[in-house]
């Protein structure tokens, strides 16, 4: 059952990192305000740990490319996107999207080739994405709702190369959060406290939450459950992002999705329920 928790927490924190980033925007903090706030504290941390169990032999060039991937660029993409779009349609389409993207780069890098559920379930998630991206809204969302699915294939190259590389999850989110902190000073330089100053205690709150919370725990808890669990029943806890995601933004921002959306919605975790359980071992 504690392992179980662990997920559980770990889906939560993910799925908050979206609706926390909106609001932060909705209290007057910028878009780069937020991505240094992310590696402030959360950097720091990250660099502590890696400082105690190293890279593992990985190569700087190695480690350049998967923070480029997963890193400052990444977040800093969903950002843009979050602010473009809505934080529901972040929790859905950059998971969404990672798995289709993770699907096919499986298959073309890593010559894995898909399963009958991967197969089943791309038409599923396309077709969510295009109902989710597509439905009432204008063309500063949708180029949200690009940056959000462009975001996914960069966590899709991120995690792809992981397993390439064979780096565990706990070392890669420690050493791309580490290798992003040099952002912070160069921000407070060229910026300044901007926003932060204005909005002292959500900037406190965005530092503990998206830089601990996210960038330490979330991480390290999802990489536990991984190597206990394995792959196959790791596989129940991603689905649950786009559904907690979706509930926290109405709760906490008052968005609302359309009929279409939520039929969206539906077949997005459809789709990933399919692509990580089907033929997975039983419990």
Not at 39 to 66: K, M, P
Not at 174 to 188: G, K
């Amino acid at each position: 059952m504690p392992i179980i928790l662990a997920g559980l927490a770990a889906m939560l924190l993910y799925s908050g990192s979206f609706v926390a980033t909106r609001h932060a925007m909705m209290a007057g903090l910028g878009p780069l305000d937020v991505m240094m706030l992310r590696y402030l504290l959360g950097g720091l941390a990250c660099a502590a740990v890696l400082a105690r169990i190293g890279l593992g032999g990985l190569s700087w060039t190695r480690v350049a490319v998967l923070t480029l991937l997963g890193g400052l660029p990444y977040y800093g993409m969903q950002v843009l996107g979050v602010g473009l779009s809505s934080a529901s349609h972040a929790a859905m389409l950059n998971p969404g999207g990672t798995v289709v993207f993770a699907t096919l780069l499986g298959w073309l890098v890593l010559g894995d080739r898909p399963g009958r559920g991967a197969l089943a379930a791309l038409p599923l998630l396309l077709g969510g994405l295009v109902l989710i991206a597509g439905t009432g809204f204008d063309s500063a969302a949708l180029l949200g709702d690009g940056m959000l699915l462009l975001s996914g294939l960069q966590w899709a190259l991120y995690g792809t190369l992981l397993r390439r590389w064979g780096v565990s999850g706990l070392r890669s989110a420690c050493m791309i959060s580490a290798c992003s902190l040099p952002y912070v000073p160069v921000h407070l330089v060229v910026f300044g406290w901007g926003g932060l100053a204005a909005a002292p205690e959500e900037a406190l709150f965005q530092a503990l939450y998206q830089g601990l919370g996210v960038g330490l725990l979330a991480n390290a808890l999802y990489s536990h459950c991984y190597a206990v669990m394995g792959p196959g029943r790791a596989a129940i806890f991603p689905p649950l992002v786009p559904v907690l995601g979706t509930l926290l933004a109405a709760l906490v921002l008052a968005e609302a999705l359309s009929a279409g959306q939520f039929l969206g919605m539906a077949l997005v975790v459809s789709g990933m329920l399919l692509a990580g359980l089907w033929r997975r071992p039983a419990w």
